[in-house]
């Protein structure tokens, strides 16, 4: 087939109907400006063939092809082409009696595309299924060549030039009906799928269902026979059995009637009892009260204990100050006398210091002297000599050489008068030291024995001092240490007093509980203590002490043991000094009611009950003896919640007793009226509670001291005391043998020795001083009778030399003026420092007698102070003596009255106990009798129900019998009649009378899904054999289809480019199934890639290809947009010229701008744009015969 005629109406630039005729059979050119519509006409016949990618006719969607997209009022496309089909062998199957066929495609706006065949209207598949069999398959088109295509051929891959030679050989068409092949068999495995899922899901399961209900039915029939047959047993037995039991319930509760008769009984005598004891209490009461009330005298006495006890407090208190203070005075008085002795040592060795002071200083100062005195006289000799006169007034020679010579020689005589002075007085302390040295000599062995004592004994001194210095303790540690025992002692000391006057208050002698230790090692922390003293009443809750007090009873002085070993060893060697109650804690059994009890009462006067237990505090451990004593009682705000409380039916039977103290008892009984005799015993207990804990503490406190002292620094502490302790010793004996050394007549002869000695030395030194100035004097008078004769010789010369000697004696003046002033200095400082340790010493000394003073001072009044204390503790004892003694007299009282109180108490829990067991008699009275209604009830349902148990209930349990009951296991029984009801209430809920049919349909269908599934298993391998055969014969048709295209590939690339080849070549190393790739020749040398050719060569191998493959197999039209606008004009000329020589039969339509290829054109159209509609006019160049000769 060809096209004769094309007609366009609404087409994109053909907004009128454009009917276009006359095309050549063989070659015709589409040409005109760009944007004139030329490629228009190619889209146009592209829309009929049925192309669906809108993208390769430039647009977005159908709406696009409409002209303007019909905003010009034109909302259809329609295009129709007339093909020739003259030709019978290229005749469309079904189409061969037909000379032409017209195939129209119109859209009409918004959505509707219709297809038209020969006027006929078809579906989209109908039409595409008519091109594709004459090799125009638009969707996979090797006849249509569009502006690109060429590049595109240029980057396909290997496999996408393999699918080319593909669309060549045909075999496309096969793979794409054997991806349809392959669909259709992959949805005839999903009805596979289906079926197997069918069968194994439904059917199956159906069947096995149904199967398995026919089965039960069967077993339903027989199950409800068994039960029938075990159930009539089952009731014969409940029927004998209510009978029986309501027979021995009958006789229960007459036994019951008749306990409950003797509890009533019971508690009427202890209630009788009870009022006795209180009528008996009351007496009691009154004659203590009489007693107590006898002129207030045990107030008075209890007043005055108080009084005394704080004066004898206050003494002793300052009578410890006292002896501190005693022991302060003491120690520094040891100080002072240790500092005294210091100070008298440093005076000693002061005074040696300032004597060297005083020689060096008098030396020094004399030398200066005659140094002065001799510059002075050469000055007035050099003054003499050169003026004649003097300035010294005093001089007896008027001065110059003469009166120098008469002042020397005036001083050796007077040198000469001290040393004969000096040697007298030194002969006769050689005489006196003679003397001495001689006595010395009988007490020599005294005065080293006792030297030697005094060094070893400021060695041993200075060693201890050492010692003690490195011990790790010190005097202000030791003083801490002291003051804290001090403390500690005296705060225990005065909380031992002030508990001892509570204890003396009105029944506050009540909780003073004492004993020994039974053995020792006891563990007193087993002892816990008196209740009263136990409990913890926080302060806002102290307005309700009366209450708790009262409810308590005498069980406050009960007295706390951790068990009944300790109770007993206390009770046996614990010296107690009166009658007491224990209350071992792993022997009580407390007394509480349910919570839930509780907490109805609590709803009856919400905010106005609490449990007493619940107000007070104690520690863990004597929980339940706080339990035992204050049991279920509860504390009420007035006597209308305690009357709820107590009596209400529902939920009372609580023992109450309200803020005032009135006790209401769920037996009936109310007691109070006024302030029990113990009134405020709780309160008290809390200040005495307060001051034991305080006690505690304070023992906790000096125990953890002496602890320290023992483990760790005690030890030291210890060391160190006794190293002091025997420090102070040493220093006492060290005085006492000083004094001994320095009293001795010895030492008074080794003091005068060595003053002797001494005083020798320095007139020793006054004879060599008085030597050593005469001597001086008497080289003066040598000089001075020289300087004489020299001047008269030479009085110049003399003069200037005199002049020189001045000079130099002032220069040597002034340098020793230095010294002198440092040597005054010193020996100034050391005078005012021995000057200072004496008035240090008299300080220190008035200082020792002041504190001497003090001491004694501090003694008589500690005297003082001690006897007033024993004054006043001897009175303390004496009025507590008397007030024990009223106490004790009035303690009778309170035990008779406590005694009372706690067999009150006793019996009250006995009523309560009986109480209960009447309640009890009754709850189990009333049971049994709604038991034995319930029991005849059910027998006379069963004989309503049962009929046949009227008639046959003579028979049950008669031995032999069908009911024998001795023969059966009745539990056994009941089992398994539970467990055939509930197998036959299963079966009878699923099993239905259709389940037998159900069950043939179900197997029917079984039987044709698997034969269904069979046919479609042997289906699939039919199908999957032809696709493996028509694999083989596609291998086959591409080999020879290659061979073939490679060939005309390289002779038609050699006509387009003479002198070289191209050829398709299967990847290195691969097969032809693996693609194919273009190797290009130029000249003799093969090239590597593509990418070595220019733009044009490689435009024309991809235009060489193409034709290869449109020749290989030619189709009756092709398609070609633009395929030389990569070209010359030489090339597209070979290229038209091409088309002519190589596919004759062939319908071509070419757009073209260049007229090297459209001048080879039979027919020429020209499309022009003019008032924004396309025109098309029809140019014939040549006849078309030429081609077919």
């Given at each position: 087939?060809?096209?004769?005629?094309?007609?366009?109406?609404?087409?994109?630039?053909?907004?009128?109907?454009?009917?276009?005729?006359?095309?050549?059979?063989?070659?015709?050119?589409?040409?005109?400006?760009?944007?004139?519509?030329?490629?228009?006409?190619?889209?146009?016949?592209?829309?009929?063939?049925?192309?669906?990618?809108?993208?390769?006719?430039?647009?977005?969607?159908?709406?696009?092809?409409?002209?303007?997209?019909?905003?010009?009022?034109?909302?259809?496309?329609?295009?129709?082409?007339?093909?020739?089909?003259?030709?019978?062998?290229?005749?469309?199957?079904?189409?061969?009696?037909?000379?032409?066929?017209?195939?129209?495609?119109?859209?009409?706006?918004?959505?509707?595309?219709?297809?038209?065949?020969?006027?006929?209207?078809?579906?989209?598949?109908?039409?595409?299924?008519?091109?594709?069999?004459?090799?125009?398959?638009?969707?996979?088109?090797?006849?249509?060549?569009?502006?690109?295509?060429?590049?595109?051929?240029?980057?396909?891959?290997?496999?996408?030039?393999?699918?080319?030679?593909?669309?060549?050989?045909?075999?496309?068409?096969?793979?794409?009906?054997?991806?349809?092949?392959?669909?259709?068999?992959?949805?005839?495995?999903?009805?596979?799928?289906?079926?197997?899922?069918?069968?194994?899901?439904?059917?199956?399961?159906?069947?096995?269902?149904?199967?398995?209900?026919?089965?039960?039915?069967?077993?339903?029939?027989?199950?409800?026979?068994?039960?029938?047959?075990?159930?009539?047993?089952?009731?014969?037995?409940?029927?004998?059995?209510?009978?029986?039991?309501?027979?021995?319930?009958?006789?229960?509760?007459?036994?019951?009637?008749?306990?409950?008769?003797?509890?009533?009984?019971?508690?009427?005598?202890?209630?009788?009892?009870?009022?006795?004891?209180?009528?008996?209490?009351?007496?009691?009461?009154?004659?203590?009260?009489?007693?107590?009330?006898?002129?207030?005298?045990?107030?008075?006495?209890?007043?005055?204990?108080?009084?005394?006890?704080?004066?004898?407090?206050?003494?002793?208190?300052?009578?410890?100050?006292?002896?501190?203070?005693?022991?302060?005075?003491?120690?520094?008085?040891?100080?002072?006398?240790?500092?005294?002795?210091?100070?008298?040592?440093?005076?000693?060795?002061?005074?040696?210091?300032?004597?060297?002071?005083?020689?060096?200083?008098?030396?020094?100062?004399?030398?200066?002297?005659?140094?002065?005195?001799?510059?002075?006289?050469?000055?007035?000799?050099?003054?003499?000599?050169?003026?004649?006169?003097?300035?010294?007034?005093?001089?007896?020679?008027?001065?110059?050489?003469?009166?120098?010579?008469?002042?020397?020689?005036?001083?050796?005589?007077?040198?000469?008068?001290?040393?004969?002075?000096?040697?007298?007085?030194?002969?006769?302390?050689?005489?006196?030291?003679?003397?001495?040295?001689?006595?010395?000599?009988?007490?020599?062995?005294?005065?080293?024995?006792?030297?030697?004592?005094?060094?070893?004994?400021?060695?041993?001194?200075?060693?201890?001092?050492?010692?003690?210095?490195?011990?790790?303790?010190?005097?202000?540690?030791?003083?801490?240490?002291?003051?804290?025992?001090?403390?500690?002692?005296?705060?225990?000391?005065?909380?031992?007093?002030?508990?001892?006057?509570?204890?003396?208050?009105?029944?506050?002698?009540?909780?003073?509980?004492?004993?020994?230790?039974?053995?020792?090692?006891?563990?007193?922390?087993?002892?816990?203590?008196?209740?009263?003293?136990?409990?913890?009443?926080?302060?806002?809750?102290?307005?309700?002490?009366?209450?708790?007090?009262?409810?308590?009873?005498?069980?406050?002085?009960?007295?706390?043991?951790?068990?009944?070993?300790?109770?007993?060893?206390?009770?046996?060697?614990?010296?107690?000094?009166?009658?007491?109650?224990?209350?071992?804690?792993?022997?009580?059994?407390?007394?509480?009611?349910?919570?839930?009890?509780?907490?109805?009462?609590?709803?009856?006067?919400?905010?106005?009950?609490?449990?007493?237990?619940?107000?007070?505090?104690?520690?863990?451990?004597?929980?339940?003896?706080?339990?035992?004593?204050?049991?279920?009682?509860?504390?009420?705000?007035?006597?209308?919640?305690?009357?709820?409380?107590?009596?209400?039916?529902?939920?009372?039977?609580?023992?109450?007793?309200?803020?005032?103290?009135?006790?209401?008892?769920?037996?009936?009984?109310?007691?109070?009226?006024?302030?029990?005799?113990?009134?405020?015993?709780?309160?008290?207990?809390?200040?005495?509670?307060?001051?034991?804990?305080?006690?505690?503490?304070?023992?906790?406190?000096?125990?953890?001291?002496?602890?320290?002292?023992?483990?760790?620094?005690?030890?030291?502490?210890?060391?160190?005391?006794?190293?002091?302790?025997?420090?102070?010793?040493?220093?006492?004996?060290?005085?006492?043998?000083?004094?001994?050394?320095?009293?001795?007549?010895?030492?008074?002869?080794?003091?005068?020795?060595?003053?002797?000695?001494?005083?020798?030395?320095?007139?020793?030194?006054?004879?060599?001083?008085?030597?050593?100035?005469?001597?001086?004097?008497?080289?003066?008078?040598?000089?001075?009778?020289?300087?004489?004769?020299?001047?008269?010789?030479?009085?110049?010369?003399?003069?200037?030399?005199?002049?020189?000697?001045?000079?130099?004696?002032?220069?040597?003046?002034?340098?020793?003026?230095?010294?002198?002033?440092?040597?005054?200095?010193?020996?100034?400082?050391?005078?005012?420092?021995?000057?200072?340790?004496?008035?240090?010493?008299?300080?220190?000394?008035?200082?020792?007698?002041?504190?001497?003073?003090?001491?004694?001072?501090?003694?008589?009044?500690?005297?003082?102070?001690?006897?007033?204390?024993?004054?006043?503790?001897?009175?303390?004892?004496?009025?507590?003596?008397?007030?024990?003694?009223?106490?004790?007299?009035?303690?009778?009282?309170?035990?008779?009255?406590?005694?009372?109180?706690?067999?009150?108490?006793?019996?009250?829990?006995?009523?309560?106990?009986?109480?209960?067991?009447?309640?009890?008699?009754?709850?189990?009275?009333?049971?049994?009798?709604?038991?034995?209604?319930?029991?005849?009830?059910?027998?006379?349902?069963?004989?309503?129900?049962?009929?046949?148990?009227?008639?046959?209930?003579s028979r049950f349990g008669e031995k032999g019998g069908p009911y024998d009951f001795t023969t059966v296991n009745i539990s056994q029984i009941q089992k398994k009649v539970d467990t055939l009801k509930q197998r036959l209430t299963t079966k009878k809920v699923k099993f239905h009378d259709s389940v037998l049919t159900k069950l043939d349909n179900m197997e029917k269908k079984e039987a044709d899904n698997k034969k269904n599934l069979k046919t479609v298993l042997e289906d699939r391998g039919k199908i999957t054999a032809t696709i493996e055969e028509l694999d083989r014969y596609k291998r086959?048709?591409?080999?020879?289809?290659?061979?073939?295209?490679?060939?005309?590939?390289?002779?038609?690339?050699?006509?387009?480019?003479?002198?070289?080849?191209?050829?398709?070549?299967?990847?290195?190393?691969?097969?032809?199934?693996?693609?194919?790739?273009?190797?290009?020749?130029?000249?003799?040398?093969?090239?590597?890639?593509?990418?070595?050719?220019?733009?044009?060569?490689?435009?024309?191998?991809?235009?060489?290809?193409?034709?290869?493959?449109?020749?290989?197999?030619?189709?009756?039209?092709?398609?070609?947009?633009?395929?030389?606008?990569?070209?010359?004009?030489?090339?597209?000329?070979?290229?038209?010229?091409?088309?002519?020589?190589?596919?004759?039969?062939?319908?071509?339509?070419?757009?073209?701008?260049?007229?090297?290829?459209?001048?080879?054109?039979?027919?020429?159209?020209?499309?022009?744009?003019?008032?924004?509609?396309?025109?098309?006019?029809?140019?014939?160049?040549?006849?078309?015969?030429?081609?077919?000769?």
């Amino acid at each position: 087939m060809r096209i004769e005629e094309l007609i366009l109406e609404g087409f994109k630039s053909y907004p009128v109907r454009t009917h276009i005729k006359g095309w050549d059979a063989s070659f015709n050119a589409i040409t005109g400006l760009n944007g004139s519509g030329k490629s228009n006409i190619l889209d146009a016949i592209c829309f009929v063939l049925g192309l669906t990618n809108m993208s390769q006719m430039r647009a977005q969607g159908l709406q696009d092809l409409v002209y303007k997209r019909g905003q010009a009022g034109i909302t259809k496309a329609s295009v129709t082409i007339i093909f020739d089909n003259t030709d019978k062998e290229t005749s469309p199957i079904g189409l061969m009696d037909h000379p032409t066929v017209t195939v129209t495609r119109q859209f009409i706006m918004p959505n509707t595309n219709k297809y038209l065949l020969n006027g006929t209207r078809q579906q989209q598949a109908q039409i595409q299924s008519l091109f594709q069999s004459i090799q125009l398959n638009i969707n996979n088109p090797n006849f249509l060549i569009m502006q690109g295509r060429i590049t595109k051929v240029l980057n396909m891959r290997p496999q996408e030039i393999l699918g080319m030679v593909e669309e060549a050989a045909g075999t496309r068409m096969f793979e794409e009906r054997k991806a349809k092949a392959k669909k259709t068999m992959e949805n005839k495995q999903k009805r596979v799928d289906e079926i197997q899922n069918l069968l194994r899901e439904e059917i199956t399961p159906a069947l096995d269902k149904s199967r398995k209900e026919k089965r039960v039915f069967l077993e339903y029939q027989k199950d409800k026979q068994e039960l029938e047959k075990v159930e009539k047993m089952l009731q014969a037995y409940d029927w004998s059995d209510c009978k029986k039991r309501a027979e021995t319930t009958r006789g229960k509760r007459k036994t019951l009637g008749n306990q409950k008769l003797t509890f009533e009984e019971t508690v009427e005598t202890i209630q009788a009892d009870i009022e006795n004891a209180e009528e008996e209490k009351g007496k009691v009461e009154k004659q203590r009260k009489k007693e107590s009330d006898k002129g207030g005298k045990v107030k008075k006495l209890e007043d005055e204990v108080t009084e005394l006890g704080r004066h004898a407090t206050k003494y002793r208190t300052q009578a410890d100050l006292e002896t501190n203070n005693i022991k302060d005075e003491e120690k520094t008085l040891a100080t002072l006398n240790q500092e005294l002795a210091q100070l008298t040592a440093a005076h000693e060795a002061k005074k040696d210091e300032l004597a060297k002071y005083e020689i060096a200083y008098s030396t020094v100062k004399e030398k200066y002297t005659t140094l002065e005195r001799s510059c002075s006289a050469a000055e007035e000799l050099l003054q003499s000599l050169l003026t004649g006169l003097t300035t010294n007034k005093n001089s007896a020679t008027g001065g110059g050489f003469l009166g120098q010579l008469a002042d020397a020689r005036q001083r050796i005589a007077q040198a000469d008068a001290e040393e004969k002075q000096a040697k007298v007085k030194l002969e006769m302390k050689k005489k006196e030291l003679a003397g001495l040295e001689s006595r010395w000599k009988t007490v020599e062995r005294e005065v080293n024995d006792g030297k030697k004592r005094s060094d070893k004994m400021e060695a041993d001194l200075l060693a201890m001092r050492n010692k003690l210095g490195s011990s790790g303790w010190d005097e202000e540690k030791e003083k801490k240490e002291e003051e804290t025992k001090r403390d500690l002692r005296n705060q225990l000391q005065r909380l031992h007093e002030v508990r001892k006057r509570e204890l003396a208050t009105r029944h506050a002698h009540n909780l003073d509980f004492q004993y020994t230790s039974p053995h020792q090692g006891f563990d007193r922390s087993k002892v816990k203590g008196l209740v009263a003293t136990l409990i913890d009443l926080p302060e806002e809750h102290s307005n309700k002490s009366t209450a708790l007090e009262i409810a308590a009873g005498g069980r406050l002085y009960n007295v706390v043991v951790e068990d009944e070993r300790v109770g007993k060893d206390i009770l046996e060697r614990g010296q107690l000094k009166k009658r007491v109650t224990l209350i071992p804690l792993n022997k009580i059994t407390s007394f509480r009611k349910s919570a839930e009890r509780l907490k109805a009462a609590n709803s009856l006067t919400p905010g106005k009950t609490r449990a007493a237990l619940s107000l007070v505090g104690y520690s863990a451990d004597v929980a339940s003896a706080m339990s035992f004593v204050f049991g279920d009682t509860i504390v009420c705000d007035d006597s209308a919640s305690a009357n709820l409380v107590t009596f209400d039916k529902n939920s009372g039977g609580f023992k109450s007793v309200t803020l005032q103290g009135d006790v209401y008892d769920p037996s009936g009984t109310l007691s109070g009226g006024s302030a029990p005799s113990s009134s405020g015993i709780l309160v008290k207990a809390q200040e005495i509670r307060k001051v034991n804990v305080a006690i505690a503490e304070c023992e906790r406190q000096m125990f953890a001291v002496e602890k320290r002292e023992r483990e760790g620094g005690g030890q030291l502490r210890a060391e160190w005391r006794g190293m002091k302790r025997d420090l102070e010793m040493k220093e006492h004996e060290a005085a006492l043998l000083r004094d001994q050394v320095n009293g001795s007549s010895a030492a008074k002869i080794g003091q005068d020795i060595a003053d002797a000695k001494k005083e020798i030395e320095n007139l020793q030194a006054a004879v060599k001083a008085a030597k050593e100035k005469a001597a001086s004097a008497e080289a003066e008078v040598g000089r001075l009778e020289k300087d004489m004769e020299e001047f008269k010789n030479n009085k110049e010369g003399k003069t200037e030399e005199l002049k020189k000697s001045i000079m130099k004696q002032k220069a040597d003046l002034q340098k020793h003026t230095v010294g002198v002033k440092t040597k005054q200095k010193e020996h100034q400082t050391a005078v005012l420092e021995a000057d200072q340790i004496v008035q240090d010493i008299e300080t220190q000394e008035s200082q020792i007698e002041s504190c001497k003073a003090n001491v004694q001072k501090l003694k008589t009044n500690h005297v003082s102070l001690v006897a007033s204390c024993n004054k006043a503790d001897d009175a303390l004892h004496k009025a507590e003596a008397k007030l024990a003694a009223e106490q004790a007299a009035l303690s009778q009282y309170d035990e008779q009255i406590n005694a009372l109180e706690e067999a009150i108490k006793v019996k009250q829990t006995e009523v309560t106990s009986y109480e209960k067991k009447i309640l009890g008699c009754e709850a189990e009275i009333g049971t049994a009798e709604k038991e034995e209604r319930g029991l005849m009830q059910h027998v006379q349902e069963l004989e309503e129900e049962f009929e046949w148990i009227a008639e046959e209930s003579s028979r049950f349990g008669e031995k032999g019998g069908p009911y024998d009951f001795t023969t059966v296991n009745i539990s056994q029984i009941q089992k398994k009649v539970d467990t055939l009801k509930q197998r036959l209430t299963t079966k009878k809920v699923k099993f239905h009378d259709s389940v037998l049919t159900k069950l043939d349909n179900m197997e029917k269908k079984e039987a044709d899904n698997k034969k269904n599934l069979k046919t479609v298993l042997e289906d699939r391998g039919k199908i999957t054999a032809t696709i493996e055969e028509l694999d083989r014969y596609k291998r086959d048709a591409l080999q020879n289809t290659w061979g073939k295209v490679s060939e005309d590939f390289g002779a038609i690339f050699a006509e387009l480019l003479p002198g070289n080849f191209a050829k398709l070549m299967p990847c290195e190393g691969k097969d032809l199934m693996d693609g194919l790739e273009v190797k290009v020749r130029l000249g003799q040398v093969w090239k590597q890639s593509l990418t070595e050719l220019s733009g044009g060569q490689r435009s024309l191998i991809a235009l060489s290809l193409i034709m290869a493959l449109l020749q290989f197999k030619p189709a009756p039209m092709y398609i070609l947009d633009e395929i030389d606008a990569a070209l010359d004009l030489q090339h597209t000329q070979n290229i038209g010229q091409l088309f002519r020589t190589r596919f004759k039969g062939s319908q071509f339509i070419v757009v073209s701008l260049k007229e090297g290829l459209f001048t080879n054109a039979n027919v020429l159209f020209k499309a022009r744009f003019r008032d924004g509609t396309s025109i098309v006019e029809r140019t014939a160049q040549r006849s078309s015969s030429s081609l077919y000769r």
